[in-house]
């Protein structure tokens, strides 16, 4: 999940970037809401975090252009514990929760969680396809009850091709999703992160497809012993 925070104050930012981060998210950073409003205006993410006291435009305001654009980005609004006003003018403008500094960085976490996980379409908590359960809460995947050992970049890749199960998922939306803007990521590299995740997978069945010069897509789950049909991809 790809998430633009917006947030002045750089000690709060660089804190909240790396446990964020630590959390297998991609973290864009921005320091005032001109920029944050250039970058919601050119860039796809899942989730804003937003301080309602940024410089040179504010907070209410990027909220308020970002509703105007009719999007339906969940947004998390950072006040100061006294900003009542500030809070109430947020969830009027449309954001979707508030925290009031100062936070635990825990609760940030699971108020996250939350909102991605209703962002991508308030589904199941946990994600069947086949013998792979993935439970989006608690970022964890597992094969036949077997939890699997995914690095940040893997589990990151893996909610991608299970929310498109079954379609193609180009290089770019992957690096789109997977990376921090402005960050150089080679199609090599995701090669690299899909054949690890595919190494771990396959072996209960569940299979990652290679579109050539395209992308990727995670097939339709078949029980082993059917035929799988010909697709005309190459999963390799």
Sequence with gaps: ?????????????????????????AIDCVKNGQEADTALSTQEFDLLILDLGLPRLSGLEVLRRLRARASLLPVLIL????????????????????????????ELEARVRALTRRGAGGGAAVVRHGPLAYDQVGRSAYINDQMLDLSARELGLLEILLARAGRLVSKEQLVDHLCEWGEEVSNNAIE???????????????RIATVRGLGYCLE?????????????????
Excluded at 3 to 15: F, N
Excluded at 83 to 96: F, H, K, P, W
Excluded at 197 to 202: A, C, F, G, M, S
Excluded at 220 to 236: E, H, I
């Design 192 to 206: 690299v992160y899909v054949h690890r995740l595919r190494k771990k997978i396959e072996v209960g069945g569940v």
């Design 1 to 25: 999940m790809r998430i633009l925070l917006a947030e002045d104050d750089s000690v709060l930012a660089d804190g909240l970037t790396r446990s964020l981060r630590q959390s297998g998210y």
């Design 220 to 236: 339709k789950f078949l029980d082993p012993g059917r035929p799988t049909p010909d697709t005309g991809v190459a999963s390799k």
């Design 79 to 106: 006040t100061a514990a006294d900003s009542i006003e500030q809070r109430v003018n947020g969830l009027d403008l449309g954001a979707d929760d508030y925290m009031a500094k100062p936070f635990a960085l825990s």
